[in-house]
Nanobody
Framework: QVQVVESGGGLVQTGGSLRLSCATSGRTLYMYAIGWFRQAPGREREFVAAISRNGGVTFYADSVTGRFTFSRDNFKNTAYLEMNSLKPEDTAVYYC????????????????????WGQGTQVTVSS
């Protein structure tokens, strides 16, 4: 069972930036399509961004398009979510998820698509 580990959360002011990282156990990240989701208190877990196994395709929720950038470095076994121009409504626990894709360019945007989940990292944006 692969383990997914997120890091990089924290407290930042409105307009600030954070970079989240996601890694998998056993240096297996290269095998997986990766997604980021977030869950604010009292709300459903929602899709944020996805990246294909080869990193060639990314897809974002409308709410973060133009502010967040998803990338990956398979040699470093790490995927990165660069978050800029943060807003208070971005406050949530952010979860990284992984799944074996049907193709190297496939990406996935729903929770049920993903097989493996991390424990989450808290992002708090103060106003």
């Amino acid at each position: 069972q692969v383990q997914v580990v997120e890091s990089g959360g924290g407290l930042v002011q409105t307009g600030g930036s954070l970079r989240l990282s996601c890694a998998t156990s056993g240096r297996t990240l290269y095998m997986y399509a990766i997604g980021w989701f977030r869950q604010a208190p009292g709300r459903e877990r929602e899709f944020v961004a996805a990246i294909s196994r080869n990193g060639g395709v990314t897809f974002y929720a409308d709410s973060v398009t133009g502010r967040f950038t998803f990338s990956r470095d398979n040699f470093k076994n790490t995927a990165y979510l660069e978050m800029n121009s943060l807003k208070p409504e971005d406050t949530a626990v952010y979860y990284c998820a992984a799944r074996l894709p049907f193709s190297v360019s496939a990406y996935y945007t729903t929770r049920d698509d993903y097989e493996h989940w991390g424990q989450g990292t808290q992002v708090t944006v103060s106003s």
